[in-house]
């Protein structure tokens, strides 16, 4: 049989040369690119981006190729007249999660189809001495033995997430609705100050709590959308000793994290940990929404600043920003708190339903003016 030609992502067969709308399209510097052991790891970690998408592109490439074949078998049993053997005995489609082997597409050409063809499918010819294939024997053999039950499969994939990318993965959504989270008091964040002086001391620390944030958005699957209130009242220390099984908690390095940090405190330490890991947040924000605020608005949002639950409104405003002012897709003419109030701070409403942002927050304030915006108000917490 005719072995496939190599899959990369040069293969023109690997996707379409005019790319369908689910078709992933590839950077220049990926699309020659061989797999080898000295290929970084990070190539074989599916994602919506930059090298992930390239085990993505291959693990959909297989999957669609899969399921084209079951269509076709299922066009050959419709035409055979036999569709209401697959229509009452054929599996229904089945999650690339719970794939086994068993659902392959897959059969045994040596030791089964070979012998089968040799003695059913082979006959001398009624006359001149050659011999007589029946292909429509050999054809109802693969259908019916091999390839009749085989299900379509629905790709379910879970994406891969780096660390220090939770917040633009929408981490922290899940958190908020986890576990209410609440502000750190003002001298909890000095004393973390204090402690955490470095960048690499302020890593170390958020990736122990990113690892905390991951376990914590999954507990109890979907069936739990919110834990207890009391949940938020466990120390973060605790929790990582008795729930993570982690004997060693030093990496916090921070005294006051390890001592007065509950897990309610979550998002507001990772919002404290990223700025003191990051020299500007906002370095890769497209330049349209940089502009500068116009003519007494900074006086109005220092006024309004007291008004404002800043606690709660600075990290969503933060990751925002970061996550959806990069790409420079969003309008930057369009009113700040039509975009911004849609944010969710945790429980049943957005930031529009909330009185202190609906009754506060600028009407004429442009989105391209949002990273002024922060700044101003960052400075007005202090």
């Known amino acids: 049989m005719a072995h496939p030609p190599p899959l990369h992502p040069g293969n023109p067969s690997f996707c379409p040369v005019r790319p369908a709308p689910r078709c992933l399209v590839l950077p220049r510097e990926f699309v020659q690119l061989e797999m080898s052991r000295e290929t970084p790891l990070s190539f074989c970690l599916p994602g919506e981006a930059d090298e992930g998408i390239c085990p993505l592109a291959l693990i959909r490439y297989l999957v669609d190729q899969h399921n084209i074949f079951v269509q076709a078998v299922d066009e050959r049993l419709l035409l055979a007249r036999r569709s209401t053997h697959r229509a009452d005995a054929r599996t229904a489609a089945v999650s690339s999660r719970h794939m086994l082997p068993a659902h392959a597409v897959a059969y045994d050409l ?38 009749a039950d085989t299900p379509a499969v629905d790709l379910e994939l879970r994406a891969f997430t780096f660390a ?29 100050r204090r402690d955490v002086t470095t960048p690499a001391q302020a890593a170390r620390c958020m990736e122990v709590l990113e690892t905390a944030i991951g376990f914590l958005t999954t507990t109890g699957g979907s069936f739990v959308k919110r834990l207890d209130e009391s949940a938020g009242e466990m120390m973060l220390h605790q929790y990582l000793r ?4 982690m004997e060693d908690t030093s990496a916090l390095g921070s005294r006051a994290v390890a001592q007065q940090v509950q897990l309610r405190h979550l998002e507001a330490l990772h919002g404290l940990l990223s700025g003191l890991t990051e020299a500007d947040p906002f370095e890769g924000v497209d330049a349209k929404y940089r502009d500068d605020l116009p003519d007494g608005m900074a006086e109005i949002l220092e006024k309004r600043a007291p008004l404002l639950e800043l606690s709660t ?14 790409e420079g897709t969003m309008d930057p003419e369009s009113k700040a708190k039509d975009n911004v109030g849609w944010l969710d701070p945790g429980g049943d409403a957005y930031l529009m339903d909330l009185p202190w942002f609906a009754d506060h927050w600028p009407d004429n304030l442009g989105t391209r003016h949002l990273v002024a915006a922060y700044r101003v108000l960052e400075g007005a917490e202090v």
Do not use: M, W
């Open 110 to 147: 040596e030791g089964d189809f070979a012998p089968f063809l040799a003695g059913r499918c082979v006959a001398p010819a009624a006359s001149g001495g050659g011999v007589r294939y029946d292909f429509a024997k050999a054809e109802d053999r693969l259908l019916h033995r091999h390839f």
């Open 242 to 245: 008795t729930v993570l099984l």
């Open 164 to 192: 220090r990318e939770e917040r633009l993965a929408g981490g922290l959504g899940p958190l908020r609705q986890k576990v209410a989270q609440a502000p750190l008091p003002p001298d909890t964040q000095d004393a973390i």
């Open 313 to 326: 409104l600075l990290p969503l405003l933060k990751g925002f920003i970061v996550a959806n002012l990069k």
